[in-house]
């Protein structure tokens, strides 16, 4: 696979943005009507970009085409009090269905809600992942007063700090693998560290995951090299576009790259790695250069990608979210 070869220019109607809100990762799905779903971070804009701690909320937009445009519908999974564990903060959907119903994996925590220019440590060491589910992605979406992948107890352990950013695929042995972010203590706190990612295996999509050992997309004498899977099923194996945090697995530094796996606990670098560099290729205007390229998350029709959606800005001034189709595979 060459997942850089598929991607199209963008027609200017991919680009989902809000003057009053940062928008930032996106994931969408169809339902059985035909109409796309996209789930989205959002937090206002006047709280500054590092508000996403706290302040961000996972929102709902829809539209006819699963490149947009979309249209803002409602807030899926909005602050709901300080005493859930995440009561105050919501991010990082990525949003499936399995069966009859839908899936809503997301980042979520709670903190003392202060605004900060910096980190709001109180905040991103409470990170728990969590699943909301519903019968339609309209909602009702149910959450639960305790989160689907916790820290671990062992104050040794890779994710004894914090745990985010989940994303969840089906085997074709039925087995659903979970690969998520995590923080242990090892360094100094607050920041702790080393930032890994791990993998969780369960015959489930929303209970019973069980933490597998050893850390995934990782490289010898790299201490924080990736960020942001998505993975999916496809081909009889797994792919992973990952956030290549400074060129770790390629030529060209800050990038999206892919991996491939047999069984979603072993990863490799695939053998064509670039999926994008920082840059957005428009239909009208041609290529333009972005600071930032994060959050990957692809839509499939028929087990097939048809869309990237990807967070992107030119600063930390302001953020949105583009739909990049894709062509078929070659």
Same mark, same amino acid.
């Given at each position: ?6 991607? *199209?220019?963008?027609?200017? /109607? &991919?680009? $989902?943005i ?5 928008? #930032? ?24 970009h590092?508000a996403w *701690?706290?302040?961000s909320?996972i929102?709902h937009?829809?539209?006819?085409? @699963? ?17 859930? #564990?995440d ?5 990082n959907?990525t ?7 839908y ?6 925590n ?23 589910? &519903?019968?339609? @992605?309209?909602?009702?979406w149910k ?7 916790d820290?671990?107890?062992?104050? +040794?352990? /890779?994710?004894?700090l914090m745990?985010?950013? %989940? ?8 087995? $659903? ?12 706190? %607050?920041?702790?560290? @080393? ?12 209970k019973?995951?069980?933490?597998? &050992? ?9 201490? $924080? ?8 099923s496809? +081909?009889?194996?797994? #792919? =992973? ?6 060129? =770790? $697995?390629s030529?060209?530094g800050?990038?999206?790259v892919?991996?491939e ?5 072993? #990863?490799?670098? =695939?053998?064509? @790695?670039?999926v994008?560099?920082?840059q ?7 290529i ?8 990957p998350? *692809?839509w ?9 959606? =990807? ?7 302001h953020?949105?979210?583009? /739909?990049?189709? *894709?062509?078929?595979?070659?």
């Open positions: 696979m060459d997942m850089n070869q598929l991607l *199209l220019p963008v027609p200017s /109607h &991919a680009k $989902f809000d003057p009053d809100y940062y928008i #930032w990762g996106a994931s969408m799905v169809e339902d059985d009507q035909g109409q796309y779903h996209l789930f989205y971070s959002r937090w206002p804009k006047a709280y500054g590092n *701690l706290t302040h909320e929102a937009a829809v539209a006819d085409s @699963p490149t947009g445009p979309y249209k803002h519908l409602d807030v899926a999974l909005p602050a709901r009090g300080q005493e859930y #564990w009561g105050l903060d919501t991010h959907p949003v499936h269905k399995f069966g009859d119903k899936y809503l994996y997301y980042m979520g709670t903190g003392d809600g202060k605004i900060s220019k910096g980190f709001n440590w109180s905040h991103r060491n409470n990170q728990r992942i969590g699943v909301a589910v &519903a019968n339609h @992605p309209n909602g009702p959450r639960s007063d305790k989160p689907l992948i820290i671990s107890s062992n104050k +040794d352990a /890779h994710d004894a745990v985010s950013n %989940p994303s969840i695929a089906q085997r074709a042995d039925g087995k $659903f693998v979970l690969v998520y972010k995590a923080v242990g203590k090892q360094k100094a706190l %607050p920041g702790g560290g @080393p930032v890994v990612h791990l993998v969780a295996l369960s015959d489930n999509p929303d019973d995951f069980v933490k597998q &050992a050893n850390p995934v997309f990782t490289k010898p004498g790299e201490a $924080f090299p990736a960020e942001d899977p998505y993975i999916w496809q +081909d009889s194996q797994l #792919w =992973a576009i990952v956030k290549d945090m400074h060129g =770790a $697995f030529e060209v800050q990038s999206l892919l991996f796996s047999t069984d979603g606990l072993d #990863w490799h670098v =695939a053998t064509n @790695p670039l994008s560099k920082l957005i290729n428009w239909r009208a205007t041609g333009h250069k972005v600071a930032h390229l994060e959050r998350q *692809l499939l029709k028929d087990g097939v990608p048809k869309v990237l959606f =990807a967070a992107a800005d030119e600063n930390r001034e953020s949105f979210n583009v /739909h990049i189709p *894709l062509a078929a595979k070659k």
